[in-house]
């Protein structure tokens, strides 16, 4: 299934793409994709909802904005320097262990939604990642049951800002949290969808031009090992995001390295989990 959220920012209801393209409003029956719909057997209830569903159901308005396909999760835990070619082009030896950190909840946005250059950023960067989505609450979880604890997976552009995070002092997530900064969607697959999560092409554009085109193939951490080892520091709970990192490709990593400007245009996809465009605007346009 691919699950979605549609309509204006923070009143977005919950639907679902059918296997045959028809995109239905599922509001009548769900309340919402969060925490308590994937604690609570909700993923079995939408597959129900649309083996049953009658001639006529309501679907969503052509042209509708979709929203980031989770709803505000509890956390958005990313994973840094995990794909080998992206640490050597930091600058940085390949992590023993995974590197974590937090993005703040705050800065999710919808797929197609406009980026925003944060007020007094130099160094506004891209990064297209696979995130993975928790269907249940995981603690001290093995890597041989750590995929039973995955939902599905979604399209992420964990959008960076450099000089925050990495010459401010401090943890990387001043440099990732600002409002904007993690573009969702457009929509979630379920695990069925997906069959082989580390084998997907993804791919950034920057104003037409290809900047990053890897597979998840070279993965330092897969999954499993991904969800068995933050689990070991923190419970993760139902509707949680895990972003898996980025492969090479980004401004940081370009010699001379290049950022973000008001006006630059950002496509990315990822094998079964759709594409997204998303206009970047200056701090101060956006205010206007």
């Avoid at 909840?105 to 928790?134: H, M, Q, R």
């Avoid at 401010?168 to 999560?197: H, M």
Wanted: net charge negative.
């Amino acid at each position: 299934m691919k699950l979605i959220r549609f309509g204006e920012n923070g009143k977005e209801k919950p639907g679902v793409i059918t296997s045959s393209g028809v995109m239905l409003d599922l509001s009548s029956s769900i309340s919402d994709y969060d925490e308590k719909f994937f604690e609570s057997g909700g993923l079995e209830k939408v597959a129900a909802l649309v083996k049953d569903q009658p001639q006529g159901k309501s679907t969503v308005p052509a042209g509708a904005r979709l929203g980031s396909p989770v709803a505000r999760p509890s956390k958005i835990v990313c994973v840094g320097l995990n794909y080998s070619k992206h640490a050597a082009e930091s600058g940085m030896q390949l992590p023993a262990e995974p590197v974590i950190f937090f993005k703040s909840t705050t800065s999710l946005i919808g797929p197609n939604d406009t980026i925003i250059i944060p007020k007094n950023s130099e160094k506004t960067d891209w990064e297209v990642e696979l995130a993975v989505v928790i269907g249940k609450r995981a603690s001290y979880v093995e890597k041989d049951e750590a995929m039973n604890y995955v939902a599905g997976y979604v399209l992420h552009n964990d959008v960076s800002e450099r000089a925050f995070q990495l010459e401010r002092g401090g943890q990387w997530v001043k440099g990732k949290s600002a409002d904007t900064f993690a573009p969702l969607g457009p929509w979630l697959a379920t695990k069925d969808e997906i069959p082989d999560p580390h084998n997907l092409r993804l791919w950034l554009k920057l104003n037409d031009k290809m900047m990053q085109d890897s597979n998840t193939s070279d993965l330092v951490f897969n999954i499993p090992h991904l969800v068995s080892y933050i689990s070991q520091f923190m419970t993760l709970l139902p509707g949680d995001v895990i972003s898996t990192g980025t492969p090479a490709g980004v401004g940081m990593g370009l010699k001379p390295p290049m950022y973000l400007k008001h006006g630059d245009k950002i496509e990315l996809g990822i094998d079964g989990l759709g594409s997204a465009v998303q206009h970047v605007v200056s701090y101060s346009n956006s205010l206007k």
